[in-house]
Structures are given as structure tokens and as C-alpha cells.
């Protein structure tokens, strides 16, 4: 029975929603970024954006990384913006997190949201989560769970992705 209820909340919280809502403003201090390099709604003006909440501590969020990884190769014009939020102490070593990144070939800037303020301010409740963005910074999918190459969610991300990389 408890199977059943959870397998019930996790369908209902990774179906989309497209709530239009202007994704909260990145952070612009160059210590909230794991290269120093931080990143502007502006300067993003015009792709579409996947922002995938995560930390490296989390089991659900460690087996999404080949999927995450995977969208660089296939959708190029895609912005993956790692949104690093850790639950635990251990979880804040930047060596830790750069050995997961090497390890899965993470090339994609990581958002250091060890306080989680951008957390708070998506609204956000889980490790995974998705966010994709339109070319014009609005929110126009959450999704939340572990995700994997040809899951029903990753279908539901890629579709998305695909039909806002052809808006204009």
C-alpha cells in the first residue's frame, strides 16, 4: 500500500505544469558559482534553459546524471545549469563535487545553492528536480524524481525541450 501511494505522489509531482512564472533571478556573485562564472537571465536570452536541482549525495539525483549529460550531446543550443543544492555537510566539498562532475562529465556551470535561497525561491521540494526555462526566462515545466534515458519523464522534458527550441 505505501508503494502504491508513493508511486502515486511522485506521478503527480513530475507532471508538468505550465505556469509561465519568470524563473527567480541568478544569483550574480561570483562565490555562488563553482568556476566563479556567474550567469544572467539577460545573457540567456533566447535559449532554452534546463536547470536541474540536485547534489551529489543524493542516490536519485546520481542516477539522473547520465540522462542530464546526455541532453548536451543531443540538444546542443540546450543551457544545463546544475543548481547544486547539498543536504548535508559533506555534500559542500567543492573537491567532492568536482570529482561527481568528472566522473559524469559535467560540463555544464553549477549554481552553489548551499543555503538554499534559489531552492526557497523556485519553491522547490525535491532532489532531483527539472525546471526547463523558455528563450525568454519563464518557467514552463517542473518536473521532480529520478529520471533515466527513455523514462515516461525524460519523454515529457525532451518533448518540451524540443517544442520551445522552436518557438521563436
Known amino acids: 500500500m505505501k508503494y ?18 519568470q524563473a527567480p533571478q541568478l544569483p550574480g556573485a561570483a562565490s555562488e558559482w ?6 544572467q537571465w539577460q545573457s540567456l536570452k533566447g535559449k532554452v534553459v534546463l536547470m536541474n536541482v540536485w547534489t551529489f549525495g543524493c542516490w536519485n539525483s546520481y542516477r539522473s546524471l547520465p540522462w542530464v549529460v546526455s541532453l548536451q550531446q543531443r540538444f546542443p543550443d540546450l543551457q544545463i545549469i546544475g543548481i ?3 543536504e548535508f555537510d559533506y555534500e559542500k566539498d567543492r573537491k567532492r563535487l568536482r ?10 556551470p553549477q549554481l552553489l545553492d548551499d543555503g538554499y535561497g534559489y531552492w526557497r525561491q523556485l519553491n522547490n521540494r525535491y ?6 526555462v523558455d528563450k525568454n526566462g519563464k ?7 529520478e529520471t533515466h534515458m527513455n523514462d515516461r ?7 518540451l525541450i524540443n517544442t520551445l527550441s522552436q518557438e521563436s
Request: aromatic share 14%.
Open 4 to 21: 502504491w501511494m508513493m508511486s502515486a505522489l511522485l506521478l503527480l509531482v513530475s507532471c508538468s505544469t505550465f505556469a509561465n512564472e
Open 34 to 39: 563553482l568556476d566563479g562564472k556567474p550567469l
Open 84 to 86: 547544486h543544492s547539498p
Open 99 to 108: 570529482n561527481t562532475m568528472a566522473e559524469y562529465k559535467i560540463h555544464y
Open 127 to 132: 532532489w532531483p528536480s527539472f525546471y526547463v
Open 139 to 145: 518557467i514552463r515545466g517542473k518536473f521532480a524524481g
Open 153 to 159: 519523464q525524460a519523454g515529457q522534458i525532451e518533448r
